[in-house]
C-alpha cells in the first residue's frame, strides 16, 4: 500500500504461519552451446478474498495434504487441475511489516514481524 511516496508492504501468510508450498513447475534442458539450463515458474490462479484488494492473481497455494499429488510424476495433468484455484481466505491471514521490506540487503526475521501501522498510511483494505 502507498500513501504518498511511502510504501506500506504486508506479509500475508498461511495458518499460524507455518512453512507452505506454491504450486510451480521445473525443468531442465539443454542450451544451444550444450550447458544444463534449470528453469522455474509458479502458477497463478484468481485472487482470493484476502488479497483481491492488492492484485488480481495469486500464487497457487497447496494444501498439505495434496503436496503427494502434486509432486507424484505420474499423476496426469488432468488431476491436479482441482489444485489450481484460490488458497481459501480464512485459512490466511495478512499484517504489516517493516519497511525494510523492501531492501533487499536486509534477509532477518525481523523483514516479517507484525508491526503497527504507519500513521496516515491506508490500509491495505480500504
Not at 504486508?10 to 521445473?26: H, P, R
Not at 509458479?42 to 492473481?57: F, K, P, S, Y
Not at 499484517?95 to 533487499?104: D, F, G, I, T
Amino acid at each position: 500500500m502507498r500513501s504518498g511516496k511511502r510504501k506500506q508492504p504486508f506479509c500475508f501468510d498461511v495458518g499460524d504461519g507455518a512453512i507452505f508450498a506454491f504450486a510451480g513447475l521445473w525443468d531442465r534442458w539443454r542450451a544451444q552451446h550444450g550447458a544444463a539450463v534449470d528453469t522455474f515458474t509458479i502458477l497463478t490462479t484468481t485472487a482470493n478474498h484476502l488479497l483481491e484488494g492488492v492484485h488480481d492473481r495469486m500464487p497457487v497455494i497447496l494444501p498439505p495434504e495434496r503436496y503427494d499429488l502434486w509432486l507424484d510424476p505420474q499423476i496426469q495433468d488432468t488431476a491436479v487441475m482441482g489444485l489450481l484455484r484460490p488458497f481459501d481466505a480464512g485459512c490466511m491471514r495478512s499484517y504489516p511489516v517493516s519497511a525494510r521490506l523492501n531492501s533487499v540487503g536486509n534477509d532477518d526475521a525481523e523483514c516479517s514481524t507484525p508491526i503497527e501501522p504507519v500513521a496516515g498510511t491506508p490500509s491495505l483494505f480500504d
